[in-house]
């Protein structure tokens, strides 16, 4: 009999995809006995994983729908909860049904077994990113059936915490790495040799400097012509007008980029295209300007200097959710955001240390692809042994 393996995308942006779909050609390299199922809730995600599975013979993609009534209430109801990611699952119940495994790299798929009643169904769940918000540690994630985790620093936190044990935890690097065909080619945007920096704002509106800073960020480039600036802000920020964050009672309005910042020359507004999911942008700068996206962590895999913008006032120097603050000077205004880049440029070697000790704990890279190793370590967890995976303990 062979075993049904499902890959699902459920989200309003294609973010996710490079995170976990270079597993599809790995798995399905592993034995003729896996059929392989991709699920997606659009189809810009749908065509993303495609690309990665490449020539994947043994693999279905369906394209996941529901009625339009449903997307014209979740126009109104995403601001507040997943309505239609939950609406997803509920509508497409009978597709999941006959799968033994499901593989997520988000946690709302979790209803599928908690409310939907697929109880059989064995739920895989793959981080996306590296990063240290309250978020990577939710309660929730004790309820997969596997976890596999970017590095050291995931792992040990969450067995701490009590969210994994050792046996159903392991290390497998960071698969989004994997897809990058040649890292030594660079693309640079501008027509100058002036310092690129990538401000790459997150969208949470309590932590997100976009909000009270962002315009004060554009226009102090505008008027600063040592710099060139690529704006890509994280790709949520511009899906939406209305964000919300109910942990911390806060809502605020997305205001749109001035057409005056596109117009400068030394600035490039990208808020979505495939360079802000690929790591286009974040492989040709030489600055990274952010707050609290993990997106940082993609940065220093090649160290170079960064700048934190504090917009929200954190005290943040013994908070653990800002540990990737260390990488870099923090900036409360644009008088110290200024400073912040001129040491950056004299001294572009001060935080790399830290930066490498960072980066070795939070994503462990191998010889072999992160896709390899979740799939060699799916199929020992599953118990697949025509697979003939390594065993577990060798990635934990």
Known sequence: MKHRIGFLFNHEAAHQVSHLAPMIPAIAGMSDDIEIDVFASTQEQLDLAKAYAGTVENCNFTLLTVPALYNALDKLLNKVAPFKRVAMLKNNLELFRDLDALVVPERTSLMLRDVFGLEHLK??????????????????????????????????RMIAL????????????????????????????FKNRRPIVLYNPHFDPHLSSWFDMGEDVLEYFANNQDYNLIFAPHIMLFKRRLHTSLTNRVVRWRKDVQERFKDCDN????????????????????????????????????????????????????????????????ASSIEELDQALKQSVENPQEFKPEQQKLFKASIDLQNRSSAQRAAEVYCNFMGLSECQPQPLKKYG
């Open 162 to 189: 009590g969210l994994v044990q050792p046996e159903n935890s392991a290390v497998i690097g960071y698969m989004k790495f994997d897809a990058l065909a040649d890292e030594n080619i660079v693309h640079r945007p």
């Open 123 to 156: 739920m895989v769940r793959v981080c996306h990113g590296a990063g240290d918000r309250d978020v990577a540690w939710s309660s929730n994630i004790s309820k997969f059936d596997l976890v596999l985790l970017p590095g050291d620093k995931h792992r040990d």
């Open 267 to 330: 600035i490039l507004v990208d808020t979505g295209s495939p360079a802000c999911l690929d790591m286009t942008h974040v492989r040709s700068a030489d600055i990274y300007l952010g707050d609290v996206s993990s997106q940082v962590y993609e940065f220093i895999a090649r160290p170079r200097p960064c700048v934190f913008l504090n917009s929200h006032g954190a005290d943040w120097k013994r908070d653990p959710k800002y540990k990737f603050w260390t990488l870099g000077p923090v």
